[in-house]
């Protein structure tokens, strides 16, 4: 029986998704959204996957949810470009890191940013309009910090608000100002399978360092817990296995 758990166990961090110095590399384009976000422009951007170059399975199981995908800016102070080749290399975490108004170097996302972008990945009602599509990205940067922070004191939109209370319910929270700073400290830490794309103009490929941060983007990836929860679900099995054989 130790025998099986060893071999489930090393089954389990077989299919963990492995660490690479980078994930993937990536371009990125105007999603020609018409209503723009107030404050500061912003998303959603499309995201597409350069499959042409390698990219380690924790890429993979993010393509597995679609290799061209909308998505949203975590931080006001770093940027872009919109034209030319891009090819940024994408580092894939659970924190904006390099960047950001407010809320730390890294700045984990909040649970109620991951919420809200998996409700929009799933193409939820209320969040496919081209206002809806606006009004998230004014919710994010509130949600991390990024306007109403005693830097910067744009406030939410009335679409923003909306999206912000919805996630305040969803996460059992009251929808008031007392609970702010709660729902904005509340870390996702994986939850709704939503991770950061930390973006990269440079990559060396002899230190294997990844320098000039760009703006942060969010993706979805299936939650590590899944692939060992697969894997351990397997142990009762084999071991049955195994009685049967012995008893025949």
Known sequence: MKKIISTMAAVAALCLPAMAAYDGRVDISSNNNPIGTTPG?????????????GFSPLMQDVISHG?????????????????GDQNYYGIISHSAKAGGLAGGNPDPISRATAF?????RAGATGFTSNQAKADMQNAIWWLEQEIDNGVDTNP???????????A????????????????RALNANGAYGVRV?????????????????????????????TYVAAALLMIPVISQVRRMRRSA
């Open 197 to 225: 794309l930390n973006l990269y103009s440079n990559y060396n490929t002899t230190t294997g360092v990844a320098n000039t941060a760009r703006q942060d983007q969010l993706v979805i990836v299936p939650e590590p817990s």
């Open 67 to 83: 290799n061209s995908f909308l998505s949203y800016c975590l931080e006001r102070n770093e940027h872009i470009s919109l034209s």
């Open 116 to 120: 809200l972008y998996s409700q929009f």
């Open 41 to 53: 422009g912003g998303g959603p951007f499309v995201i597409t996957i350069d499959t042409s170059y």
């Open 156 to 166: 939410l939109t009335s679409g923003g608000l909306s999206l912000v209370n919805m």
């Open 168 to 183: 305040k319910s969803a996460l059992g929270f009251a929808q008031n100002s007392s609970t702010d700073v709660a729902v």
